[in-house]
């Protein structure tokens, strides 16, 4: 299972720690991928960490603002998010691909596990 957590409600220019954890996986194995569903748009990809951390890939329209990490030890990956828009606002869910790297994680027909989604609003 992975379980999402961190999201709320905040002001514009605001930040948030994202956090997935997992229970019965071994997080260490895998990349593990950010994306985000906004109200009446398709699910989009944020954020990729591969099973080591040493490789990051991140959309255009977050690089500079977010920031994905992972602690193998705490079976925890992360997703830093500063200078919240209001157009960050979507439910974010983590998602496990079965593969230690992030090349194909974006793609729609790539199987993923998917956690259940945490909601981030951004709003003044």
């Known amino acids: 299972q992975l379980v999402e957590s961190g999201g709320g409600s905040v002001q514009p220019g605001g930040s948030l720690t994202l956090s997935c954890a997992a229970s019965r996986f071994t997080l260490g194995y895998y990349a593990i991928g950010w994306f985000r569903q906004a109200p009446g748009k398709e699910r989009e990809g944020v954020s990729c960490?591969?099973?080591?951390?040493?490789?990051?890939t991140y959309a255009d329209s977050v690089k500079g603002r977010f920031t994905i990490s992972r602690d193998n030890a705490k079976n925890t990956v992360f997703l830093q998010i500063h200078s919240l828009k209001p157009e960050d606002t979507a439910v974010y869910y983590c998602a496990l691909d079965w593969g230690p790297s992030c090349t194909e994680i974006f793609d729609e027909g790539r199987s993923k596990f998917w956690g259940q989604g945490t909601q981030v609003a951004v709003s003044s």
């Open positions: 960490i591969s099973s080591s951390g040493l490789t990051t």
